[in-house]
Protein backbone atom coordinates (compact mmCIF):
# COMPACT_ATOMS: atom_id res chain seq x y z
CA UNK A 1 0.00 0.00 0.00
CA UNK A 2 1.46 3.54 -0.96
CA UNK A 3 0.77 5.68 2.34
CA UNK A 4 1.73 8.70 0.44
CA UNK A 5 -1.43 8.66 -1.66
CA UNK A 6 -3.31 7.61 1.81
CA UNK A 7 -5.55 10.29 2.50
CA UNK A 8 -7.99 9.24 4.92
CA UNK A 9 -9.27 12.24 6.90
CA UNK A 10 -9.27 10.65 10.13
CA UNK A 11 -11.39 12.57 13.05
CA UNK A 12 -10.46 11.33 15.91
CA UNK A 13 -13.64 12.04 18.33
CA UNK A 14 -13.12 10.33 21.32
CA UNK A 15 -10.42 8.25 21.53
CA UNK A 16 -8.67 5.01 23.06
CA UNK A 17 -10.37 4.05 26.42
CA UNK A 18 -7.96 1.66 28.28
CA UNK A 19 -10.25 -1.27 29.80
CA UNK A 20 -8.81 -0.55 32.92
CA UNK A 21 -11.29 1.99 33.12
CA UNK A 22 -14.10 -0.24 33.63
CA UNK A 23 -12.01 -2.73 36.07
CA UNK A 24 -13.51 -5.60 36.51
CA UNK A 25 -13.39 -7.51 40.13
CA UNK A 26 -9.92 -8.46 41.42
CA UNK A 27 -10.21 -12.21 41.29
CA UNK A 28 -10.21 -11.69 37.41
CA UNK A 29 -8.76 -14.65 35.84
CA UNK A 30 -5.56 -14.04 34.21
CA UNK A 31 -5.73 -14.03 30.42
CA UNK A 32 -3.35 -16.82 28.72
CA UNK A 33 -0.60 -16.12 26.43
CA UNK A 34 -2.25 -17.47 23.18
CA UNK A 35 -5.30 -18.47 22.68
CA UNK A 36 -7.44 -20.19 19.81
CA UNK A 37 -8.13 -18.13 16.64
CA UNK A 38 -11.67 -17.97 15.44
CA UNK A 39 -14.16 -16.80 12.94
CA UNK A 40 -17.93 -16.58 12.11
CA UNK A 41 -19.21 -14.96 9.68
CA UNK A 42 -22.34 -14.94 7.41
CA UNK A 43 -20.72 -16.64 4.68
CA UNK A 44 -18.65 -19.78 4.34
CA UNK A 45 -16.61 -18.45 1.96
CA UNK A 46 -15.62 -15.03 3.81
CA UNK A 47 -15.07 -17.08 7.03
CA UNK A 48 -12.29 -19.19 4.78
CA UNK A 49 -11.14 -16.05 3.43
CA UNK A 50 -10.46 -14.94 7.07
CA UNK A 51 -8.77 -17.75 8.06
CA UNK A 52 -6.17 -17.70 5.23
CA UNK A 53 -5.25 -14.83 6.33
CA UNK A 54 -5.43 -15.76 10.19
CA UNK A 55 -2.69 -18.79 8.99
CA UNK A 56 -0.60 -16.28 6.45
CA UNK A 57 0.26 -14.58 9.93
CA UNK A 58 -2.06 -11.82 9.36
CA UNK A 59 -3.58 -10.47 13.13
CA UNK A 60 -7.84 -10.47 13.35
CA UNK A 61 -8.05 -7.07 11.96
CA UNK A 62 -6.37 -8.14 8.46
CA UNK A 63 -8.63 -10.88 9.11
CA UNK A 64 -11.67 -8.61 9.31
CA UNK A 65 -10.40 -6.35 5.84
CA UNK A 66 -10.56 -9.91 4.18
CA UNK A 67 -14.00 -10.99 5.97
CA UNK A 68 -15.37 -7.54 4.98
CA UNK A 69 -14.26 -7.98 1.08
CA UNK A 70 -15.35 -11.19 0.75
CA UNK A 71 -18.61 -10.69 2.19
CA UNK A 72 -18.92 -7.42 0.18
CA UNK A 73 -18.49 -10.17 -3.41
CA UNK A 74 -20.13 -12.96 -1.95
CA UNK A 75 -23.52 -11.33 -0.08
CA UNK A 76 -23.91 -8.23 -1.97
CA UNK A 77 -27.80 -8.52 -0.93
CA UNK A 78 -26.22 -7.41 2.88
CA UNK A 79 -23.25 -5.30 3.00
CA UNK A 80 -20.74 -4.12 0.22
CA UNK A 81 -17.79 -1.45 -0.26
CA UNK A 82 -20.74 0.88 -1.73
CA UNK A 83 -22.03 0.65 2.20
CA UNK A 84 -21.22 1.61 5.35
CA UNK A 85 -21.00 0.19 9.48
CA UNK A 86 -19.16 -0.47 12.47
CA UNK A 87 -16.23 -1.72 13.86
CA UNK A 88 -15.19 -2.52 17.29
CA UNK A 89 -11.73 -3.15 17.72
CA UNK A 90 -9.94 -4.63 20.94
CA UNK A 91 -6.00 -4.43 20.70
CA UNK A 92 -4.79 -7.17 23.08
CA UNK A 93 -1.26 -5.52 23.01
CA UNK A 94 -2.32 -2.06 24.24
CA UNK A 95 -5.62 -3.36 26.04
CA UNK A 96 -7.57 -0.38 24.37
CA UNK A 97 -10.88 -0.40 22.52
CA UNK A 98 -12.15 1.32 19.49
CA UNK A 99 -15.03 2.16 17.67
CA UNK A 100 -14.14 2.63 13.91
CA UNK A 101 -17.18 4.69 12.52
CA UNK A 102 -17.31 3.77 8.98
CA UNK A 103 -20.86 4.74 8.75
CA UNK A 104 -22.56 6.56 5.55
CA UNK A 105 -23.50 10.26 5.44
CA UNK A 106 -25.70 12.15 3.43
CA UNK A 107 -24.04 13.53 0.63
CA UNK A 108 -23.80 17.76 0.49
CA UNK A 109 -26.77 18.74 -1.35
CA UNK A 110 -29.02 16.62 1.29
CA UNK A 111 -32.11 18.24 2.80
CA UNK A 112 -34.90 17.39 4.96
CA UNK A 113 -37.44 17.32 2.17
CA UNK A 114 -35.67 15.92 -0.37
CA UNK A 115 -37.94 12.64 -0.17
CA UNK A 116 -41.12 14.33 -0.09
CA UNK A 117 -43.70 15.55 -2.70
CA UNK A 118 -44.52 19.29 -3.78
CA UNK A 119 -47.51 18.88 -0.87
CA UNK A 120 -44.93 17.45 1.50
CA UNK A 121 -45.96 13.58 1.73
CA UNK A 122 -43.47 11.13 1.69
CA UNK A 123 -42.85 9.48 -2.19
CA UNK A 124 -42.99 5.95 -1.88
CA UNK A 125 -39.74 4.04 -2.40
CA UNK A 126 -37.64 7.47 -3.27
CA UNK A 127 -34.90 7.01 -0.05
CA UNK A 128 -35.27 3.33 -0.79
CA UNK A 129 -34.74 2.39 -4.37
CA UNK A 130 -32.09 4.07 -6.91
CA UNK A 131 -29.45 6.49 -6.77
CA UNK A 132 -30.98 9.05 -4.81
CA UNK A 133 -31.32 6.64 -1.36
CA UNK A 134 -27.56 6.36 -1.89
CA UNK A 135 -25.29 8.02 1.00
CA UNK A 136 -21.59 8.24 0.97
CA UNK A 137 -19.89 4.96 1.59
CA UNK A 138 -18.00 4.06 3.96
CA UNK A 139 -16.68 0.78 4.02
CA UNK A 140 -13.46 1.56 1.44
CA UNK A 141 -11.83 3.89 3.99
CA UNK A 142 -12.34 1.66 6.84
CA UNK A 143 -10.53 -1.27 4.64
CA UNK A 144 -7.89 0.97 3.93
CA UNK A 145 -7.47 2.59 7.62
CA UNK A 146 -7.88 -0.72 9.10
CA UNK A 147 -4.90 -1.90 7.03
CA UNK A 148 -2.87 1.32 7.89
CA UNK A 149 -3.27 1.57 11.20
CA UNK A 150 -3.88 -2.16 12.68
CA UNK A 151 -3.05 -4.90 10.59
CA UNK A 152 0.25 -6.92 10.09
CA UNK A 153 -0.29 -7.45 6.48
CA UNK A 154 -0.77 -5.11 2.88
CA UNK A 155 -3.94 -4.48 1.68
CA UNK A 156 -3.31 -6.26 -1.16
CA UNK A 157 -2.57 -9.41 0.82
CA UNK A 158 -5.80 -9.19 2.92
CA UNK A 159 -8.39 -8.14 -0.51
CA UNK A 160 -6.84 -10.87 -2.52
CA UNK A 161 -9.56 -13.67 -1.91
CA UNK A 162 -12.27 -10.86 -2.36
CA UNK A 163 -10.71 -10.23 -5.79
CA UNK A 164 -10.21 -13.69 -6.45
CA UNK A 165 -13.90 -14.79 -5.75
CA UNK A 166 -14.91 -11.58 -7.70
CA UNK A 167 -13.24 -12.86 -10.63
CA UNK A 168 -14.16 -16.46 -10.83
CA UNK A 169 -17.63 -15.86 -9.34
CA UNK A 170 -19.63 -17.50 -6.50
CA UNK A 171 -22.49 -19.92 -6.64
CA UNK A 172 -25.93 -18.78 -6.43
CA UNK A 173 -27.63 -20.65 -3.27
CA UNK A 174 -31.42 -20.56 -1.74
CA UNK A 175 -30.70 -17.84 0.49
CA UNK A 176 -29.13 -15.31 -2.40
CA UNK A 177 -32.65 -16.51 -4.50
CA UNK A 178 -35.04 -15.21 -1.53
CA UNK A 179 -33.80 -11.87 -1.26
CA UNK A 180 -32.68 -11.29 -5.07
CA UNK A 181 -37.11 -12.64 -5.76
CA UNK A 182 -37.50 -9.81 -2.71
CA UNK A 183 -35.94 -7.06 -4.75
CA UNK A 184 -36.72 -8.60 -8.38
CA UNK A 185 -38.64 -5.48 -9.54
CA UNK A 186 -36.10 -2.62 -8.38
CA UNK A 187 -32.88 -4.69 -9.46
CA UNK A 188 -34.88 -5.16 -13.22
CA UNK A 189 -34.90 -1.44 -13.15
CA UNK A 190 -31.30 -1.00 -12.85
CA UNK A 191 -29.02 -2.53 -16.00
CA UNK A 192 -26.21 -2.34 -14.42
CA UNK A 193 -27.55 -4.64 -11.28
CA UNK A 194 -29.70 -6.70 -13.21
CA UNK A 195 -27.08 -7.66 -15.33
CA UNK A 196 -24.66 -8.50 -12.52
CA UNK A 197 -27.13 -9.99 -10.15
CA UNK A 198 -29.99 -11.45 -12.01
CA UNK A 199 -29.65 -14.29 -14.99
CA UNK A 200 -31.50 -12.59 -17.81
CA UNK A 201 -33.53 -10.36 -15.79
CA UNK A 202 -34.85 -12.56 -13.51
CA UNK A 203 -33.77 -14.69 -10.40
CA UNK A 204 -30.86 -16.75 -11.22
CA UNK A 205 -30.97 -20.82 -10.67
CA UNK A 206 -29.37 -22.35 -8.16
CA UNK A 207 -25.62 -22.83 -8.75
CA UNK A 208 -25.43 -20.00 -11.34
CA UNK A 209 -22.34 -17.95 -11.15
CA UNK A 210 -22.21 -14.39 -10.34
CA UNK A 211 -19.08 -12.81 -11.73
CA UNK A 212 -17.94 -9.38 -10.60
CA UNK A 213 -15.14 -7.97 -12.90
CA UNK A 214 -15.52 -4.50 -12.61
CA UNK A 215 -16.26 -4.95 -8.90
CA UNK A 216 -12.15 -7.23 -8.65
CA UNK A 217 -10.89 -4.17 -11.06
CA UNK A 218 -12.35 -1.73 -8.28
CA UNK A 219 -11.04 -3.70 -5.15
CA UNK A 220 -7.61 -3.90 -6.98
CA UNK A 221 -7.45 -0.01 -7.61
CA UNK A 222 -8.34 0.34 -3.46
CA UNK A 223 -5.33 -2.25 -2.99
CA UNK A 224 -3.01 0.26 -5.03
CA UNK A 225 -3.92 3.42 -4.06
CA UNK A 226 -5.71 3.73 -0.87
CA UNK A 227 -8.23 5.91 -0.10
CA UNK A 228 -7.76 7.93 -3.47
CA UNK A 229 -8.77 5.04 -5.46
CA UNK A 230 -12.11 4.83 -4.55
CA UNK A 231 -13.27 8.62 -3.39
CA UNK A 232 -11.19 10.80 -6.01
CA UNK A 233 -9.85 10.09 -9.28
CA UNK A 234 -11.47 7.85 -12.62
CA UNK A 235 -13.29 5.47 -9.89
CA UNK A 236 -14.68 8.39 -7.78
CA UNK A 237 -15.83 10.44 -11.08
CA UNK A 238 -17.34 7.12 -12.80
CA UNK A 239 -19.55 6.69 -9.86
CA UNK A 240 -20.62 10.57 -9.38
CA UNK A 241 -21.56 10.39 -12.94
CA UNK A 242 -23.48 7.60 -13.51
CA UNK A 243 -25.40 8.59 -9.91
CA UNK A 244 -26.04 12.17 -11.33
CA UNK A 245 -27.60 10.41 -14.72
CA UNK A 246 -29.95 8.53 -12.89
CA UNK A 247 -31.29 11.48 -10.49
CA UNK A 248 -28.68 11.41 -7.57
CA UNK A 249 -26.94 13.99 -6.15
CA UNK A 250 -23.29 12.72 -5.33
CA UNK A 251 -20.65 15.46 -5.75
CA UNK A 252 -16.90 14.62 -5.96
CA UNK A 253 -16.15 16.67 -3.46
CA UNK A 254 -18.58 14.28 -1.04
CA UNK A 255 -16.26 11.31 -1.88
CA UNK A 256 -13.32 13.83 -1.37
CA UNK A 257 -14.21 14.78 1.84
CA UNK A 258 -15.61 11.62 3.49
CA UNK A 259 -14.29 11.02 7.09
CA UNK A 260 -13.40 7.93 8.87
CA UNK A 261 -14.29 8.08 12.36
CA UNK A 262 -12.60 6.61 15.66
CA UNK A 263 -15.00 6.86 18.29
CA UNK A 264 -15.02 5.47 21.80
CA UNK A 265 -17.56 2.75 22.00
CA UNK A 266 -20.18 2.46 24.47
CA UNK A 267 -19.11 0.93 27.89
CA UNK A 268 -20.51 0.46 30.75
CA UNK A 269 -20.93 -2.71 33.82
CA UNK A 270 -24.03 -5.15 34.24
CA UNK A 271 -23.88 -7.27 37.18
CA UNK A 272 -20.53 -7.56 36.92
CA UNK A 273 -19.76 -7.89 33.34
CA UNK A 274 -18.05 -5.45 31.33
CA UNK A 275 -19.63 -4.37 28.17
CA UNK A 276 -18.12 -2.52 25.43
CA UNK A 277 -20.29 -2.23 22.67
CA UNK A 278 -21.58 0.65 19.60
CA UNK A 279 -21.35 4.18 20.16
CA UNK A 280 -23.73 6.50 18.27
CA UNK A 281 -24.64 7.44 15.71
CA UNK A 282 -25.49 3.52 16.05
CA UNK A 283 -28.55 3.81 18.78
CA UNK A 284 -27.32 0.26 19.74
CA UNK A 285 -24.84 0.59 22.56
CA UNK A 286 -27.06 3.55 24.28
CA UNK A 287 -29.88 1.62 24.21
CA UNK A 288 -29.04 -1.60 25.75
CA UNK A 289 -27.29 -0.04 28.18
CA UNK A 290 -30.25 2.06 29.46
CA UNK A 291 -32.29 -1.33 28.97
CA UNK A 292 -29.95 -3.07 31.52
CA UNK A 293 -29.72 -0.65 33.89
CA UNK A 294 -32.98 -1.06 34.40
CA UNK A 295 -32.81 -4.69 34.70
CA UNK A 296 -29.97 -4.48 37.00
CA UNK A 297 -32.86 -3.79 39.68
CA UNK A 298 -34.19 -7.32 39.18
CA UNK A 299 -33.26 -10.62 40.06
CA UNK A 300 -33.82 -12.21 36.28
CA UNK A 301 -32.71 -15.32 37.31
CA UNK A 302 -35.22 -15.77 39.61
CA UNK A 303 -38.52 -14.83 38.13
CA UNK A 304 -41.30 -16.95 36.09
CA UNK A 305 -40.72 -17.09 32.40
CA UNK A 306 -43.44 -14.80 31.07
CA UNK A 307 -42.58 -12.46 34.71
CA UNK A 308 -39.15 -12.21 33.08
CA UNK A 309 -40.03 -11.44 29.83
CA UNK A 310 -42.65 -8.84 30.75
CA UNK A 311 -39.62 -6.90 32.81
CA UNK A 312 -37.68 -6.80 30.16
CA UNK A 313 -40.00 -6.21 27.33
CA UNK A 314 -40.81 -3.35 29.99
CA UNK A 315 -37.50 -1.97 29.25
CA UNK A 316 -37.33 -2.50 25.80
CA UNK A 317 -40.12 -0.45 25.82
CA UNK A 318 -38.57 2.86 27.67
CA UNK A 319 -35.27 2.65 26.31
CA UNK A 320 -36.74 2.61 22.00
CA UNK A 321 -38.82 5.26 23.44
CA UNK A 322 -36.13 7.25 24.20
CA UNK A 323 -34.41 5.93 21.02
CA UNK A 324 -36.51 7.58 19.40
CA UNK A 325 -36.90 11.19 21.23
CA UNK A 326 -33.25 11.80 21.71
CA UNK A 327 -31.02 9.82 19.50
CA UNK A 328 -29.28 10.87 16.09
CA UNK A 329 -25.75 11.89 14.74
CA UNK A 330 -23.96 13.25 18.24
CA UNK A 331 -21.66 15.59 15.35
CA UNK A 332 -24.98 17.15 14.75
CA UNK A 333 -27.66 16.90 17.31
CA UNK A 334 -26.50 17.23 21.32
CA UNK A 335 -28.12 13.50 22.52
CA UNK A 336 -28.32 13.63 26.29
CA UNK A 337 -26.09 10.43 27.07
CA UNK A 338 -24.82 11.07 30.56
CA UNK A 339 -28.82 11.43 31.33
CA UNK A 340 -30.18 8.66 29.33
CA UNK A 341 -28.01 6.44 31.97
CA UNK A 342 -27.83 8.38 34.74
CA UNK A 343 -28.92 6.83 38.11
CA UNK A 344 -31.98 9.18 38.48
CA UNK A 345 -33.24 8.57 34.94
CA UNK A 346 -33.31 4.44 35.24
CA UNK A 347 -34.64 4.59 38.92
CA UNK A 348 -37.79 7.25 37.26
CA UNK A 349 -37.73 4.35 34.82
CA UNK A 350 -37.82 1.19 36.83
CA UNK A 351 -40.01 2.76 39.35
CA UNK A 352 -42.91 3.42 36.59
CA UNK A 353 -43.07 -0.33 36.07
CA UNK A 354 -45.92 -2.40 37.13
CA UNK A 355 -44.57 -6.10 37.76
CA UNK A 356 -48.27 -6.89 37.38
CA UNK A 357 -48.91 -5.07 34.44
CA UNK A 358 -48.41 -4.02 31.07
CA UNK A 359 -47.53 -0.20 30.65
CA UNK A 360 -49.44 0.97 27.54
CA UNK A 361 -46.83 2.54 25.27
CA UNK A 362 -50.07 5.38 24.55
CA UNK A 363 -49.07 6.59 28.46
CA UNK A 364 -45.45 7.30 27.97
CA UNK A 365 -45.43 10.78 27.14
CA UNK A 366 -45.49 10.66 23.60
CA UNK A 367 -42.97 11.13 21.13
CA UNK A 368 -42.14 10.41 17.43
CA UNK A 369 -41.06 6.13 16.99
CA UNK A 370 -37.35 5.15 15.80
CA UNK A 371 -36.48 5.40 12.23
CA UNK A 372 -36.58 2.74 9.92
CA UNK A 373 -33.66 -0.14 9.68
CA UNK A 374 -33.20 -2.49 6.59
CA UNK A 375 -34.09 -5.92 7.13
CA UNK A 376 -30.45 -7.02 5.90
CA UNK A 377 -26.89 -5.98 7.30
CA UNK A 378 -24.16 -8.43 7.68
CA UNK A 379 -22.24 -9.55 10.83
CA UNK A 380 -18.97 -11.05 11.83
CA UNK A 381 -16.83 -11.97 15.04
CA UNK A 382 -13.19 -12.63 14.93
CA UNK A 383 -10.44 -13.16 17.62
CA UNK A 384 -6.65 -14.27 16.82
CA UNK A 385 -4.07 -16.20 18.95
CA UNK A 386 -3.10 -12.70 20.46
CA UNK A 387 -6.39 -12.13 21.74
CA UNK A 388 -6.84 -9.17 19.45
CA UNK A 389 -10.55 -8.87 19.02
CA UNK A 390 -13.16 -7.90 16.25
CA UNK A 391 -16.97 -6.96 16.39
CA UNK A 392 -17.96 -6.02 12.88
CA UNK A 393 -21.79 -5.02 11.81
CA UNK A 394 -22.18 -4.08 7.98
CA UNK A 395 -24.52 -2.88 5.88
CA UNK A 396 -25.94 -1.18 2.89
CA UNK A 397 -29.46 -1.18 4.31
CA UNK A 398 -32.12 -2.98 2.42
CA UNK A 399 -31.50 -5.96 0.66
CA UNK A 400 -29.23 -5.17 -2.17
CA UNK A 401 -29.08 -1.68 -0.94
CA UNK A 402 -30.50 0.77 -3.38
CA UNK A 403 -30.31 -1.84 -6.33
CA UNK A 404 -28.42 0.86 -8.00
CA UNK A 405 -24.93 -0.21 -9.59
CA UNK A 406 -22.91 2.74 -10.43
CA UNK A 407 -21.79 1.76 -14.28
CA UNK A 408 -18.23 0.33 -14.66
CA UNK A 409 -17.21 -0.21 -11.35
CA UNK A 410 -18.79 -3.09 -9.91
CA UNK A 411 -19.97 -0.91 -6.86
CA UNK A 412 -23.53 -1.69 -5.57
CA UNK A 413 -24.99 1.51 -3.78
CA UNK A 414 -26.10 1.78 -0.11
CA UNK A 415 -30.00 3.11 0.41
CA UNK A 416 -29.11 3.92 4.05
CA UNK A 417 -30.99 7.41 3.31
CA UNK A 418 -33.73 5.46 4.15
CA UNK A 419 -32.38 5.19 8.01
CA UNK A 420 -33.01 8.72 8.39
CA UNK A 421 -36.73 10.34 8.52
CA UNK A 422 -37.71 11.13 5.50
CA UNK A 423 -40.12 13.74 7.55
CA UNK A 424 -40.02 13.34 11.05
CA UNK A 425 -43.54 12.07 12.82
CA UNK A 426 -44.90 10.60 9.42
CA UNK A 427 -44.23 7.13 8.74
CA UNK A 428 -41.21 6.25 7.02
CA UNK A 429 -41.39 2.66 3.89
CA UNK A 430 -41.41 0.69 7.00
CA UNK A 431 -44.61 2.03 8.05
CA UNK A 432 -42.29 3.84 11.02
CA UNK A 433 -41.71 7.22 12.02
CA UNK A 434 -38.71 9.22 13.14
CA UNK A 435 -37.97 12.27 15.62
CA UNK A 436 -36.35 15.79 14.26
CA UNK A 437 -32.60 14.56 16.42
CA UNK A 438 -32.79 11.96 13.04
CA UNK A 439 -33.80 14.38 10.40
CA UNK A 440 -31.60 14.46 6.86
CA UNK A 441 -29.18 17.35 7.14
CA UNK A 442 -25.99 17.82 4.64
CA UNK A 443 -23.12 15.80 5.73
CA UNK A 444 -24.50 13.89 8.61
CA UNK A 445 -24.79 10.50 9.59
CA UNK A 446 -28.33 8.30 9.72
CA UNK A 447 -29.24 6.55 13.37
CA UNK A 448 -28.32 3.13 13.38
CA UNK A 449 -29.24 0.10 15.09
CA UNK A 450 -25.96 -1.95 14.17
CA UNK A 451 -24.71 -3.25 17.60
CA UNK A 452 -21.32 -5.00 17.34
CA UNK A 453 -20.56 -5.89 21.24
CA UNK A 454 -17.76 -7.36 23.34
CA UNK A 455 -19.11 -9.03 26.58
CA UNK A 456 -16.21 -9.76 29.31
CA UNK A 457 -16.59 -11.28 32.53
CA UNK A 458 -13.94 -12.83 35.07
CA UNK A 459 -13.35 -15.87 33.12
CA UNK A 460 -14.97 -15.48 29.66
CA UNK A 461 -15.40 -12.95 26.90
CA UNK A 462 -17.82 -12.58 24.19
CA UNK A 463 -17.60 -10.94 20.52
CA UNK A 464 -21.06 -11.00 19.37
CA UNK A 465 -23.77 -9.12 16.93
CA UNK A 466 -25.63 -9.39 14.23
CA UNK A 467 -28.19 -7.96 11.04
CA UNK A 468 -31.86 -7.39 11.97
CA UNK A 469 -32.62 -3.79 11.24
CA UNK A 470 -34.39 -2.18 14.62
CA UNK A 471 -34.32 -5.51 16.05
CA UNK A 472 -30.33 -6.13 16.33
CA UNK A 473 -30.57 -4.03 19.76
CA UNK A 474 -33.11 -6.50 21.31
CA UNK A 475 -31.31 -9.55 19.87
CA UNK A 476 -28.07 -8.58 20.82
CA UNK A 477 -29.50 -8.02 24.58
CA UNK A 478 -31.10 -11.80 24.88
CA UNK A 479 -27.46 -13.26 23.66
CA UNK A 480 -25.51 -10.64 26.24
CA UNK A 481 -28.54 -12.11 28.62
CA UNK A 482 -27.88 -15.73 27.57
CA UNK A 483 -23.86 -15.30 27.84
CA UNK A 484 -24.44 -14.14 31.42
CA UNK A 485 -26.40 -17.55 31.96
CA UNK A 486 -23.42 -19.36 30.76
CA UNK A 487 -25.15 -20.47 27.59
CA UNK A 488 -22.70 -22.10 24.62
CA UNK A 489 -21.99 -19.83 20.95
CA UNK A 490 -24.26 -22.22 19.88
CA UNK A 491 -27.12 -21.94 22.33
CA UNK A 492 -27.13 -17.91 22.17
CA UNK A 493 -27.02 -17.91 18.47
CA UNK A 494 -30.21 -20.61 18.02
CA UNK A 495 -32.07 -18.80 20.97
CA UNK A 496 -35.92 -17.80 20.18
CA UNK A 497 -36.27 -14.84 19.64
CA UNK A 498 -38.93 -11.65 21.23
CA UNK A 499 -38.76 -8.10 20.35
CA UNK A 500 -41.01 -4.89 21.52
CA UNK A 501 -39.87 -0.99 20.55
CA UNK A 502 -42.12 1.22 22.19
CA UNK A 503 -44.46 1.17 19.28
CA UNK A 504 -45.81 -0.70 17.82
CA UNK A 505 -46.67 -1.28 20.90
CA UNK A 506 -46.78 -5.48 21.10
CA UNK A 507 -44.46 -8.61 22.02
CA UNK A 508 -43.38 -9.76 18.46
CA UNK A 509 -41.75 -13.16 18.72
CA UNK A 510 -40.75 -16.02 16.19
CA UNK A 511 -42.76 -18.71 15.51
CA UNK A 512 -43.11 -21.67 17.59
CA UNK A 513 -41.01 -20.08 20.22
CA UNK A 514 -43.55 -19.27 22.84
CA UNK A 515 -46.23 -21.53 23.76
CA UNK A 516 -49.46 -21.14 24.61
CA UNK A 517 -49.46 -20.90 28.34
CA UNK A 518 -46.87 -18.20 28.16
CA UNK A 519 -48.60 -16.25 25.65
CA UNK A 520 -51.67 -16.13 27.82
CA UNK A 521 -49.61 -15.27 30.71
CA UNK A 522 -48.42 -12.29 28.82
CA UNK A 523 -51.53 -11.96 27.23
CA UNK A 524 -52.85 -11.24 31.17
CA UNK A 525 -50.62 -8.53 32.10
CA UNK A 526 -52.11 -6.46 29.36
CA UNK A 527 -49.30 -7.26 26.47
CA UNK A 528 -50.07 -7.73 22.73
CA UNK A 529 -48.39 -10.57 21.70
CA UNK A 530 -47.89 -11.36 18.03
CA UNK A 531 -46.24 -14.35 16.83
CA UNK A 532 -44.01 -13.84 13.42
CA UNK A 533 -44.42 -16.08 9.95
CA UNK A 534 -40.70 -15.74 10.06
CA UNK A 535 -37.48 -15.96 11.54
CA UNK A 536 -34.94 -13.14 12.14
CA UNK A 537 -31.17 -12.46 13.09
CA UNK A 538 -27.95 -13.86 11.69
CA UNK A 539 -26.30 -14.15 15.22
CA UNK A 540 -22.47 -14.82 15.26
CA UNK A 541 -20.68 -15.52 18.40
CA UNK A 542 -17.06 -16.19 19.63
CA UNK A 543 -16.40 -17.07 23.45
CA UNK A 544 -13.04 -16.82 24.50
CA UNK A 545 -12.45 -18.93 27.56
CA UNK A 546 -9.39 -16.82 29.41
CA UNK A 547 -8.30 -19.67 31.77
CA UNK A 548 -7.80 -22.53 29.06
CA UNK A 549 -7.40 -19.84 25.90
CA UNK A 550 -10.07 -22.66 24.39
CA UNK A 551 -12.32 -20.55 21.91
CA UNK A 552 -16.50 -21.47 21.44
CA UNK A 553 -17.79 -20.55 18.07
CA UNK A 554 -21.25 -20.78 16.44
CA UNK A 555 -22.59 -18.64 13.19
CA UNK A 556 -27.05 -18.80 13.18
CA UNK A 557 -28.45 -21.95 11.75
CA UNK A 558 -31.29 -19.20 10.55
CA UNK A 559 -28.33 -17.86 7.80
CA UNK A 560 -25.76 -19.91 5.58
CA UNK A 561 -22.82 -18.77 7.31
CA UNK A 562 -20.52 -20.63 8.83
CA UNK A 563 -17.58 -20.47 11.77
CA UNK A 564 -14.00 -21.84 12.34
CA UNK A 565 -11.46 -22.20 15.14
CA UNK A 566 -7.70 -22.61 14.59
CA UNK A 567 -6.93 -25.46 16.87
CA UNK A 568 -3.07 -26.14 15.85
N1 LIG B 1 -29.34 -0.10 8.12
C1 LIG B 1 -29.48 -0.76 9.36
C2 LIG B 1 -28.96 0.02 10.52
O1 LIG B 1 -28.02 0.74 10.36
O2 LIG B 1 -29.45 -0.10 11.61
Not at 169 to 186: P, S
Request: charged residues 20%; aromatic residues 8%.
Amino acid sequence: MNKSVHKILLSVVLLFVSTSAFPLPAEDAPAVNEIQAAIASAHPLATAAGIEILKQGGNAFDAAIAVTATLAVVEPYSSGIGGGGFYLLHEQGKNRDIMIDAREQAPGRADRDMYLDKDGNVIPGLSMDGALSAAIPGIPAALVHLAENYGALTLSQSLASAIKHAREGFAVDEYYQRMAGFRLVALQKNQAASDLFLQKGEVPELGYKIIQNDLADTLERIAEFGFSGFYENELAWKMVRDVRHNNGIWTIKDLATYELKERSPQRFIYKGMRLTTAALPSSGGLVIAEILQILGEYDLEKMSKSQRIHHIVEAMRRAYRDRAEYMGDPDFVDVPIDFLVSELHVKLLTKSINRRAATPSSSLKAVAQPDGNGTDTTHFSIVDKKGNRVSATLSINYPFGSCFVAKGTGVLLNDEMDDFSAKPGVPNAYGLVGSHANAIEPGKRMLSSMTPTMVETRNRIAVLGTPGGSRIITMVLLGILDFYDKKSADEIVNAGRYHHQYLPDEISYEAGRFDDDLVAELEELGHTVKQLGYEYGNMQVIIINKNTGEVDAASDERGVGSSQVITE
